[in-house]
């Protein structure tokens, strides 16, 4: 399988359109909140609504073996909201002040308030999850929160870290994005009574993919455009986040090379250091090298396809997949 033209996201829901109307109104239905502060602050979290492409995978997948049910939209919309939970907590931890290009929650109302709508937001999809008639997704769910702030954890601990191997690299952004691309899907087959052995295969899809994603993600940060991107970048620089282009710079450069480029990162302004960076990156082959790995983990994530039913469905999972490797916000 190679990896084609991307379509775009409109296309790629538009099959489950009705079914995702459905999960915006559930999103509503668990959001809404009398108190003013509270509500306020939720209507603000809702102009950050973004590709909401997690939920059209727990449909997708649901699709592929049967009819789509209330559980799938509900399932949908409690992953959506755990990653809304994710956003406003990352923004906090980076600093960040734009997000869809409007202002963090953080930027808003100060880190107190963020952390606690954070809370608020997992604490909703947790009710919402044990409310569920089969308790495999709230079990489920709630052990995949716990992976998303482990992988934050491990970041945290290895910022500044230089040496930062790859392998530990791959193992932070496995856990905090892509188990949750892996949650959607699993979720979404097992609603619908998926085989085991088929749902596992999805999950190691939503894996790769969400690995990728995040790759992107990491590029992105060091040479996107903000204003197309519509966050703030330069976050990793300024944390000092050791990303896959980052790592891939380091181990080209030689040692008085790598030695400068590291004073540069600890002791320089982040916005100077990324135009400072831009040209190593380019020289190096470093942006190179790290979108030739997200495109080898697509091509790893098309070939765990290969054991499920080859519906509509599937191709639509693998043209989410070339979407996520094409996006360029």
């Given amino acids: 399988m190679r990896v084609g033209t ?144 482990r992988g934050e954890i491990l970041q945290i601990h290895h910022r500044h870290d230089f040496e930062l191997s790859e392998a530990t690299y791959f193992r932070i952004i496995e856990d905090k994005t892509a188990a949750l691309y892996a949650a959607a899907l699993r979720c979404g087959a097992y609603l619908s009574g998926a085989p085991e052995e088929q749902r596992e295969a999805l999950a190691r899809f939503g894996m790769k993919m969400g690995s990728a994603f995040q790759v992107v993600d990491d590029i992105l940060d060091l040479v996107g455009d903000e204003d197309r991107v519509g966050k703030s970048l330069g976050t990793d620089l300024e944390k000092e986040k050791m990303t896959l282009p980052l790592l891939r710079l380091l181990r080209r450069l030689p040692q008085t090379g790598r030695e400068r480029l590291r004073r540069e990162i600890t002791e320089g302004e982040a916005e100077h250091v990324r135009e400072t960076l831009l040209p190593l990156l380019q020289e190096h082959g470093a942006i190179d090298s790290a979108r030739e790995t997200a495109r080898e983990l697509v091509q790893a994530a098309f070939a765990e396809l290969t054991i499920v039913p080859d519906t509509p469905e599937r191709t639509l999972l693998r043209q989410s997949a070339e979407y996520v490797l094409a996006r360029d916000r």
Avoid at 28 to 46: C, K, S, T, Y
């Fill in 6 to 149: 991307p379509v775009s996201l409109e296309a790629l829901t538009a099959s489950i359109r009705e079914d995702l109307e459905g999960v915006e109104h559930e999103i509503r239905r668990m959001l809404a909140v009398e108190q003013a502060p509270v509500r306020d602050l939720m209507e603000h979290i809702g102009r950050f609504s973004g590709k909401r492409l997690r939920p059209a995978l727990t449909l997708l997948a649901g699709r592929m073996f049967g009819e789509l049910t209330p559980a799938h939209r509900t399932v949908g919309a409690i992953v959506e909201i755990i990653h809304m939970a994710t956003l406003v907590h990352d923004d906090i931890l980076d600093e960040s002040r734009m997000r869809r290009r409007v202002e963090t929650v953080n930027e808003r109302v100060g880190n107190e308030t963020a952390v606690l709508l954070g809370d608020y937001l997992f604490a909703t999809a947790f009710k919402e999850a044990a409310a569920l008639e089969d308790r495999f997704p709230s079990r489920y769910l709630a052990e995949v929160v716990g992976v998303v702030c």
